[in-house]
């Protein structure tokens, strides 16, 4: 787990030498350039009914952090954001589903396969569009190990039910650090 | 385990259970499956999700070998061992989820029935005289 770097604390009458010269062009460059990833699915996902269901992203738009490494994957664990630096990180995203009038649609963030706390939505579908719904915006500590967030969608259709994936309708998953503590 | 594998996660009052559903997805979709978790969870049989919450209960399906925390608190299976829950309870509990549709189904017909106006109640009955939106024989799904 990399450390978020700390701004160097110089001292009234303190020279600052060439390490913290170096701590303070770190800070700024982790800042400059803080964690972030912005995920989407290119194909549609099919869901179970009266579930709730992660849903997978196999695209990335964007996966930087300062060293490089992201914190999410297209080949493995695609539903979720690992974060590897410590912090707090918001989440945002959206999905669609595929036209019906039966039951709810929902969409949710879990922490470690729990759902969070305010982090659910609830709207009534419509039979004659493909809705698509944005979720809440939430803030959760991840731990920078092994802490995740996921995305999950929920419907009540009564048998399965497609995400939608087309262009611009497509899921998506956006996750941003915030603050390190 | 794979972390390519699904896993189904019920959480109730009573506990939680994840069991490892492999990877193949229309598999780990399957509502028999999915039934067969919620009769050993002690799930509601209602699908509405607003309720499960003040209720204690959750039921979600996520890729991957879940988080430890979670495993360690979880009566931890496979897919095998929901196979062999007792097809009655199963048969129970699916059926009081069909009829948790069915009225989900009503409600909804009543509310649009509610919108229509004179000219639109003709034209409706015009359409179930004729059979109903899915021809003669039914309704479709």
Request: a negative charge; aromatic letters at 8%; charged letters at 20%.
């Amino acid at each position: 787990m990399p450390d978020v770097p700390e701004a160097p604390t110089v001292l009234p009458g303190d020279i600052p030498d060439g390490t913290v010269w170096e701590e303070l062009r770190a800070a700024i460059a982790f800042w400059a350039s803080k964690p972030f990833a912005q995920v989407r699915a290119t194909s549609t996902q099919t869901l179970g009914t009266g579930a709730y269901t992660s849903l997978l992203f196999g695209a990335e738009d964007f996966d930087d952090d300062p060293d490089g490494v992201g914190m999410h994957s297209t080949s493995s664990n695609t539903s979720r954001a690992t974060p590897r630096y410590p912090g707090q990180y918001t989440g945002e995203g959206g999905a669609g589903f595929a036209a019906s009038s039966t039951g709810l649609r929902g969409l949710r963030w879990a922490k470690n396969g729990t759902a969070i706390n305010g982090g659910e939505i609830f709207m009534p579908p419509t039979a004659s569009s493909t809705p698509i719904y944005t979720s809440r915006s939430v803030q959760m500590s991840m731990n920078g190990t092994t802490d995740y967030m996921e995305l999950q969608a929920f419907h009540s259709h009564g048998s399965n039910l497609a995400t939608v994936a087309t262009s611009t309708d497509q899921p998506h998953m956006k996750v941003t650090f915030e603050r390190s503590s | 385990m794979s972390e390519l594998n699904w896993w189904l996660i019920v959480q109730t009052p009573a506990g939680v259970w994840a069991w490892d559903c492999g990877e193949d997805y229309e598999a780990a979709i399957d509502m028999e499956l999915h039934n067969a978790a919620r009769v050993i969870g002690g799930f509601v049989e209602h699908d509405d999700p607003r309720r499960w919450i003040d209720e204690g209960y959750d039921i979600q399906l996520s890729r991957g070998t879940p988080h430890p925390t979670l495993l360690r608190r979880a009566t931890v299976g496979t897919a095998a061992d929901l196979a062999a829950v007792d097809r009655d309870a199963v048969g129970r509990h699916a059926a009081g989820r069909a009829e948790f549709y069915r009225g989900q189904r009503l409600a909804a017909a009543v509310d649009a029935l509610g919108a229509l106006d004179a000219q639109g109640r003709q034209e409706l009955a015009a359409i179930l005289n004729a059979g109903g939106p899915g021809g003669p024989g039914g309704a479709r799904e």
